[in-house]
């Protein structure tokens, strides 16, 4: 069974930083693009970041461009992303997804990110 | 990377159905034919329902169909059940490996 499990959500001030964390199992993580995206509150779903099987290839959306970094960790079945410089606009549920045909066709049950003094 | 508009809401009756646009431009719904549509109940994760424009995954209903026309796609959802009331949301490739998702719609069954 595919399962992807985020972690590291939580209350952070603004302008800080905060990584979360995507725990894949169930599946050939190598296989596979990984993607983060977003919801904020009352909101629609944002595309956020891609990632290549490899690493080799990362893809932003231009609103976290040079603030956020998707990286993988292939060993440990594990996808992150390092978010920098946080406003209230990042202010979201997130989302770790695994991309099939040009789809997403597993979600993690996301991980709320607070950006708040 | 503008988000694809769909209309805020729709809605019918138990048994009837229900269709819902996406539009986009020819840079992204117009362009390929990687349009996906996701299902999200309140505080649950989306859930794939449609991808490569018109495919069903195992598992979903042939109720649920879709298609594409131009830079528009559509959903269409036929004799609507109770649980089928939820958010609606479309996504299109848009090149250079970057996605866009619609605004969403909410679906109300009567």
């Known amino acids: 069974e595919v399962q992807l499990v985020e972690s590291g959500g939580g209350l952070v001030q603004p302008g800080g930083s905060l990584r979360l964390s995507c725990k894949a199992s169930?599946?050939?993580?190598?296989?596979?693009?990984m993607t983060w995206v977003r919801q904020a509150p009352g909101k629609g779903l944002e595309w956020v970041a891609n990632?290549?099987?490899?690493?080799?290839?990362?893809y932003y959306v231009d609103s976290v461009k040079g603030r956020f970094i998707i990286s993988r960790d292939n060993p440990k079945n594990s996808l992150y992303l390092q978010m920098n410089n946080l406003g209230a606009e990042d202010t979201a549920v997130y989302y770790c997804a695994r991309r099939g045909f040009g789809s997403y066709e597993y979600w993690g049950q996301g991980t709320l990110v607070i950006v708040s003094s | 990377q503008s988000a694809l508009t769909q209309p805020p809401s729709a809605s019918g009756s138990l048994g009837q159905s229900v269709t819902i646009s996406c539009t986009g431009t020819s840079s992204d719904v117009g362009g390929y034919n990687y349009v996906s549509w996701y299902q999200q109940h309140p505080g649950k994760a989306p859930k794939l329902m449609i991808y490569e424009v018109s495919e069903r995954p195992s598992g979903v209903p042939d109720r649920f169909s879709a298609s594409k026309s131009g830079n528009t796609a559509s959903l269409t959802v036929s004799g609507l059940q109770a649980e089928d009331e939820a958010d609606y949301y479309c996504c299109s490739y848009a090149g250079s490996n970057i996605y866009v998702f619609g605004t969403g719609t909410k679906v109300t069954v009567l």
């Open positions: 169930g599946f050939t993580f190598t296989n596979h693009w």
């Open positions: 990632i290549k099987q490899d690493g080799s290839e990362k």
